[in-house]
């Protein structure tokens, strides 16, 4: 197994570089060219170059705030649309609840019992009894009447027993 605990120390100068004066470095430059002298013309273009190329930059930036205000506002449209359409399922919650409250009630009001107890004791009626009911039978048949005093006779249909 090696040993790792001795204090035996590394030369890191072998490594070290020469440090440079600044005097002995020497930038070999290339000698600059006499500025050319442009004529109207070429200043004329550079100009009209450089107005486009403004105008384009122009032109960009206005698309780009379009495009920003389009997405702003057609996200504060969805916002309000939101907000509106919850405001519209509250109601539809409340009337769904109101006509089950509203259901529950017709039904307990108009119950058999109730209808029966109502004709009872306020109408005064009372319920049939068998001997009561009368059946008749009409074997000439029928007989309409027309407003001017025409008879129409009904044929007998067959009995249904």
């Known amino acids: 197994m090696?040993?790792?605990n001795r204090s035996e120390a590394l030369d890191f100068g072998l490594y070290d570089m020469p440090a440079l004066k600044p005097e002995e470095h020497v930038y070999e430059t290339a000698p600059?060219?006499?500025?050319?002298?442009?004529t109207a013309e070429e200043i004329r273009k550079e100009s009209v170059a450089s107005a486009m190329h403004?105008?384009?930059i122009f032109a960009v930036a206005i698309t780009l705030m379009g495009l920003f205000v389009s997405i702003l506002f057609s996200r504060i449209s969805l916002a309000m649309?939101?907000?509106e359409a919850g405001k519209i399922e509250t109601q539809i919650s409340e009337a769904k609840s109101e006509n089950v409250r509203l259901q529950m009630a017709f039904n307990s009001?108009?119950?058999?019992?109730?209808v029966e107890e109502y004709a009872v004791n306020v109408?005064?009626?009372?319920?049939?009894?068998r001997y009561q009911i009368h059946y008749f039978e009409n074997r000439d048949g029928d007989e309409v009447v027309i407003a001017d005093g025409k008879t129409v006779e009904m044929p007998v249909e067959a009995d249904i027993n």
């Open 81 to 83: 649309l939101e907000k």
């Open 54 to 56: 403004t105008l384009k």
């Open 123 to 129: 109408l005064g009626m009372q319920k049939v009894e």
């Open 109 to 114: 009001s108009v119950s058999r019992e109730k």
């Open 32 to 38: 600059k060219p006499a500025p050319k002298r442009r």
């Open 2 to 4: 090696a040993d790792y």
